[in-house]
């Protein structure tokens, strides 16, 4: 089974709820995450077969309407994705740390796939707009080659979108700038 991500991203809190849940009812799909952002935002992300999670975005866009800010699906999406979403990926500080911060929560997730399918990197965290104005970043470590080659990808796929805030490469970082993040 291919495992595909989808996400929606709204101005409206009410419309979130409404769009959640006509998602949920419009196949077989899991959710992930379902909230409130910062500066008044909700989203949406599901998980499940590429046909299902196709045609649960598909749904939610059509009821968004004017209220849509940004959505994706990903076929297939890399495991330390998730993994980063949910704080989950256990890894430790390498040769150099990236960081791309995006204005939208659905471009950064669909940045950081870019970015780990690229390159050998590990993806420290994923934080997507809480306490931060509504924008979302991704850490990364690797050595600086790969590093440097994933913030690239990532920043080229948020980029296009006209989203990308900043991407960094630091080489060999002191531990104690991410201890907090992460």
Known sequence: MEEAIGILEVTSI??????????LK???????LSRTMCSGKFIVLVTG???????SVKKGE???DYTLIDSFIIPNIHPQVLGAIRGANEIKLKEAL??????????????ADAAVKRA??????????VALGGKAFVTMTGTVANVKDAIDAGGEVIGK?????NKIVIP???PEIITEWI
Do not use: C, H, Q, W
Request: aromatic content about 6%; glycine content about 10%; hydrophobic content about 50%.
């Open 120 to 129: 050998p990197i590990s993806l420290l965290e994923i934080r997507l707009a």
């Open 49 to 55: 077969e590429t046909a299902a999670v196709t045609s």
């Open 172 to 174: 060999n970082p002191r």
């Open 14 to 23: 009410a419309m979130g709820f409404y769009v959640a849940d006509e998602m």
């Open 62 to 64: 059509e009821i968004a």
């Open 98 to 111: 990236g960081i791309l911060e995006s204005f939208s929560i659905a471009s950064l997730i669909e940045g």
């Open 26 to 32: 419009g196949g077989e799909v899991k959710l992930i």
């Open 161 to 165: 979108k006209g989203l990308l805030v």
